[in-house]
């Protein structure tokens, strides 16, 4: 078909939402590690696991081996209700760069949460439902995840407690308003409603908090309330399977008029979102039937795959949770107050982590002024405002078009949009006024973190 057939968004149509979700582990010769009860040093059992998490997604958390895995029908109607997600053609954006590059984004904003975490929320609420449980607990950072899991927790009737990052409780009072709108129960972390908050406080009193620390607080009480389990938004190997929905629906309207991506990027946080989008490019590239390249990109100011180390270590704080094989900065890591742009996990989807490990993917690390200036050069001629997580991807999307200009390549770049950023008005207005800097840590800072990544045997 002739490129100028190509509409600004390629929808697809509601038949067209995948029914089965894509486990990439399944395409993986090197599987990822698996996680490890921190007591042993075993690897997690699935009835170890189901203390934490609920009994299906322990089994998706622990299946290397199916490639498909069924939506069940109730998660494809809530799906339905903001789905499928345009694949937008960037003309607008094209035309100002003035790069022969074609630029396509998949919008994952299009839901009152404002991110692509909704995708994973249902579901595992769904689960959690499903197995008869009274409710589920959760840490949030910048929080679009507890607003996620709020709606879709309000949606199947289960109690919804929220942990949330003292910094963003603070920064953000108005996305606290939205979870307790959807009827969640919403805490700043750290807390003295928990042991181990009150530990944390103990030891660094007037910290703003981490999601490490949010957490462990979240996995205290989900472990010692009958009826609650604890669920994660990111980083974990059901969030990704979960998150394939992206890449699934992103594959097919390309697939629709027969593109081609050379170039696929997306921010990274814990993965889950980057994780989702390459998920069915990934498995093609895994099994050797086409190439692309895959780019990562994280924050100059937490840099897990850039700076990190792979190794096991803690996913939080209290280190009660298990541990997992990541890039991480050590679960120690507290990013500076003084970033605004999410993306502060410490360490990385093991999955990503692997396939970063063996080369299959890239990963940069760029500064937060310079996410904002691309947030705002986006915003202005595409017309979305994105949320500055999301602007990580628009940057080096735009740097890699700006590059095909140079060499005249015309070039197909894909990204993830992953959401929007009517929360993060703070950070947007600090950009505005000249006030926001970028913090770098120091070689000397993170080693402070990877100085507690905990001693573990070879496996
Ligand atoms: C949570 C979030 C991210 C980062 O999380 P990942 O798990 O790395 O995808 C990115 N963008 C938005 C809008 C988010 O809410």
Not at 28 to 39: G, Q
Not at 100 to 125: D, M, R
Not at 316 to 343: E, Q, R, V, W
Not at 439 to 458: C, F, M, R
Request: negative net charge.
């Amino acid at each position: 078909m002739s490129e100028n057939k190509i509409p600004y968004k390629i929808y697809l149509d509601e038949s067209e939402i995948p029914s089965k979700w894509y486990n990439l582990r399944a395409d993986m010769k090197n599987k990822p590690a698996p996680l490890l009860n921190p007591a042993t040093c075993k690897p997690m059992t699935a009835e170890e696991l189901g203390a934490v998490f609920c009994e299906e997604l322990v089994q998706q958390e622990l299946d290397d081996t199916t490639p498909y895995i069924d939506i069940p029908q109730e998660i494809r109607d809530f799906y339905k209700m903001y789905r499928p997600a345009p694949l937008v053609r960037a003309y607008c954006l094209e035309e100002a760069l003035g790069t022969p590059a074609k630029i396509y984004y998949k919008f994952e904003g299009n839901n009152t949460s404002g991110s692509h975490k909704l995708n994973s929320a249902i579901a595992q609420a769904y689960y959690a439902k499903k197995q008869g449980l009274k409710g589920v607990t959760t840490e949030t950072g910048a929080g679009q995840w507890g607003t996620a899991l709020s709606m879709a927790c309000a949606y199947l009737g289960l109690d919804c407690k929220v942990f949330m990052v003292k910094v963003s409780y603070e920064q953000k009072p108005f996305r606290r308003e939205v979870m307790r709108t959807y009827g969640a129960d919403v805490t700043p972390s750290p807390s003295m409603t928990t042991e181990v908050g009150k530990k944390i406080l103990a030891e660094h009193p007037g910290t703003t908090g981490s999601l490490g620390c949010a957490i462990s607080e979240a996995v205290e009480v989900a472990v010692s309330n009958p009826g609650y389990r604890y669920v994660l938004g990111s980083v974990l190997n059901q969030v990704l399977l979960h998150q394939s929905i992206i890449g699934l629906e992103t594959k097919a309207a390309l697939d629709k008029y027969g593109i081609e991506p050379d170039i696929i990027i997306g921010c990274a946080g814990g993965g889950s979102n980057l994780g989702g989008l390459i998920a069915p490019f990934m498995g093609e590239k895994l099994r050797g039937e086409k190439d692309y390249r895959i780019i990562a990109v994280e924050p100059a100011s937490c840099p897990s795959f850039t700076r990190g180390k792979f190794a096991y270590d803690f996913c939080d704080t209290g280190m009660i949770c298990p541990l997992a094989k990541m890039y991480t900065l050590g679960s120690g890591f507290i990013p500076s107050a003084n970033h605004a742009g999410g993306l502060r996990f410490h360490g990385m989807s093991t999955t990503l982590s692997q396939l970063y490990h063996d080369g299959y993917m890239e990963a940069t690390s760029v500064e937060q002024t310079s996410v904002f200036e691309a947030a705002e050069q986006f915003a202005r001629v595409e017309g979305i405002l994105p949320a500055p997580e999301s602007s990580h991807a628009i940057r080096v999307a735009i740097d890699e078009a700006l590059k095909c200009k140079e060499a005249g390549e015309e070039k197909t770049i894909v990204f993830g949009l992953t959401g929007t950023g009517y929360f993060d008005m703070v950070a947007y207005q600090k950009f505005n006024d000249g006030e926001m800097s970028d913090y770098i840590p120091t070689d000397e800072d993170l080693a402070k973190g990877l100085s507690s990544l905990p001693n573990v045997p070879e496996q």
